[in-house]
Every structure is written in C-alpha cells, then in structure tokens.
C-alpha cells in the first residue's frame, strides 16, 4: 500500500492573530494534497479519468496541536480508507517527522459536470486507487 506525500508550503498569510495557522487554512493544505494527488492518474497517459469533476461531501478534522509560521514546509501525507461504488474516503495526516498537527478525512464523490450529477467510480478510477487503500490509521 502506497502513500501519497505533498510537501505543502506555509505562507504568511496562513497565520490568525493567534500566531499559528488559522483551522480554515489547514482545508486549503487538504485540498492541495487531494488535488495533486487525484489527477496523478491522468496526465501521463492522457486518462480522462477524475478529470470530468468530483466534490466533497464531507470532511472530518482533527486538530492535534498548532502549528506556527516557518520556512518549511509540512508534509501532507494522503491515503485512501473506502471507495466506494460512486465515492471515496481520503485520509491524511499533516505532519513533520517528529509531529502530527491534524488528522482528517474527506469523502470525495466523482462529478459528471456535463450531465450535473454524481457519477461511479470507472475500473481505472477504482485501480489506481486501490494502490493506496488501507483502512489502518497511519503509525503514530
């Protein structure tokens, strides 16, 4: 079982008048992860797959400890826990070698924009994601 990593940047203006990064921002760090690593799948070969739309129905989060403004960034570490026949759970952890600060999941539905509804999940869509699938928590 495979592991998606995103090393995701901080930027200043992440940051709330408490000095660490504001709970709204840690959804952009997740969507970014999420993002890079749905549409892996198609831009070696020219796979349409993901790339009609999907949409989020649901995120979970939880908030380890915070996190503070630095040059470094954190790794987004992304894996997936269900698919389903017309959606997926994602889970991640944003984190350090040393720390976690959040652990979260998204439930992401496959989108046909055209046609404005929710689609299944194709046989390519359902392969790749396989590779990553592993219903155990990530080693704490």
């Known amino acids: 079982m495979a592991r998606h990593l995103y090393s995701c940047p901080l930027r200043w203006s992440d940051m709330d008048a408490f000095g660490h990064v504001n ?6 760090y997740l969507e970014e992860a999420r993002i890079d690593f749905m549409f892996r799948l198609a831009p070696g070969d020219g796979s349409p797959s993901f790339a009609g739309g999907s949409v989020v129905a649901r995120h979970e ?4 400890r915070p996190l503070v403004h630095r040059h470094a960034p954190v790794t987004v570490e992304s894996w997936v826990t269900k698919i389903g026949a017309a959606s997926l759970t994602i889970a991640y952890e944003i984190k350090d070698p040393e720390q976690v600060y959040v652990r979260a999941s998204t439930i992401v539905v496959p989108y046909d924009l055209a046609a404005e509804r929710p689609r299944r999940i194709t046989a390519e869509e359902k392969l790749f994601l396989q590779e990553y699938l592993d219903q155990e928590p990530a080693a704490a």
Do not use: E, G, S
């Not at 709970?23 to 952009?28: G, P, S």
């Not at 989060?61 to 380890?64: A, G, H, L, P, W």
């Open 61 to 64: 989060i939880d908030y380890v």
């Open 23 to 28: 709970n709204v921002v840690f959804l952009r």
